[in-house]
């Protein structure tokens, strides 16, 4: 017989991080993270109360900021139920090495201009289920990297941040690898992407066996966007190698698009994105006006009635 361990956190009223970044702990002055489990198998961690990682004081630095919430290197685990994060110092969850885990009603709160404060990073995880959750940050609502797979979302509203991403994935020649991701039934309010796909050129693996459907957006920057130059400085060179980009299908985006590009598809010479597939879209700019698409390298299949209408793509 096999005893398996549950640990159950039920977290009611706020707990508070130390306001100024001089009364963290740090060892060495590194702060990297304030609450962290490793290594459990069963773990909960619900109720109605607050994370808050009252950030304000650290926002403005660029170094050693810490993560307020990691679970590591754990099997079967529960997050949600009523739990608010609020003002991470950084990213506000991240969940790294983790097989069969479920995040479901979580509220993720931080200002639009609070630097790098990911709402949920999903890193090397697999089976995976977030569901029923409000995100509003800085910077990506999920960010889904390296090493996941089967990683299904649904029913999540962001905004502000800069959308629900899959990666940065490839940075400085890393080999990384996502698959079987599903992002549907889902709304991006203010939000400065969608469905987004952002991998470095120099990278190689893969992003592939990816779905987007049922999203609406209203005024996101940019409701779709494939970036295989992604570079977050300002010096970055096309190289040889990329991650491929495979097998990607938007169904049913709807919505408005603050940019009059509501659709931007922009992969490298070298390795082409492919089996792209663009399904009853129906985008127009937030000031009601038609919307275009850019396409650099994509090959795919436009079907159904996308408005606009994708011509880069086979009509089929
Ligand atoms: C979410 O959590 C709140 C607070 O705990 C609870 O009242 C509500 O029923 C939950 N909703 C779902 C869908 O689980
Ligand atoms: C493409 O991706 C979808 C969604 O993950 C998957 O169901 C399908 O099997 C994939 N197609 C191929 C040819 O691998
Ligand atoms: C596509 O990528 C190239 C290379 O980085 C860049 O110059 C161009 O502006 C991008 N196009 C769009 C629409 O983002």
New binding site residues.
């Given amino acids: 017989m096999i005893l398996e361990l549950l640990f159950l956190l039920q977290v009611y009223g706020n707990l508070v991080a130390p306001y100024h970044p001089s009364d963290w702990k740090c060892k060495h002055n590194i702060c990297r993270r304030w609450i962290h489990f490793h290594g459990v198998t069963g773990l909960t961690v619900r109720g109605?109360g607050r994370i808050d990682g009252r950030g304000h004081r650290w926002w403005h630095r660029k170094k050693h900021r810490p993560t307020a919430f990691e679970i590591s290197y754990s099997h079967n685990v529960h997050l949600g139920?009523?739990l608010t994060f609020k003002d991470s110092p950084r990213m506000h969850v991240v969940l790294n090495g983790i097989r069969t885990l479920s995040v479901?009603?979580l509220t993720i709160d931080a200002p639009e201009l609070s630097p790098n404060t990911d709402g949920i990073h999903v890193t090397a995880c697999t089976n995976v289920v977030i569901d029923?959750s409000q995100i509003g940050t800085g910077d990506d609502c999920i960010s889904i990297v390296d090493g996941s797979s089967f990683v299904t979302v649904s029913n999540v509203v962001c905004g502000p941040g800069h959308g629900i991403s899959i990666g940065s994935l490839g940075k400085n020649g890393a080999d990384d690898k996502v698959e079987y991701v599903s992002v549907s039934d889902s709304v991006f309010v203010g939000a400065k992407n969608g469905a987004r796909i952002k991998t470095w050129q120099g990278g190689r693996g893969y992003a592939r066996h990816i779905i987007f459907e049922r999203i609406v957006n209203h005024d996101t920057t940019n409701p779709i966007i494939i970036d295989q130059f992604y570079c977050d400085h300002q010096q970055c060179k096309t190289k040889k190698s990329a991650v491929q980009i495979n097998n990607v299908t938007y169904r049913q985006i709807l919505g408005t698009s603050r940019k009059k590009t509501a659709v931007v598809l922009n992969c490298s010479k070298t390795f082409p994105c492919t089996d792209i597939v663009v399904e009853d879209m129906h985008i127009r700019t937030t000031d009601d006006n038609d919307a275009t698409y850019e396409c650099k390298n994509v090959l795919g299949k436009a079907q159904g009635k996308n408005v606009p209408r994708l011509s880069c793509l086979d009509l089929v």
């Fill in positions: 109605h139920g009523g479901s009603n029923h």
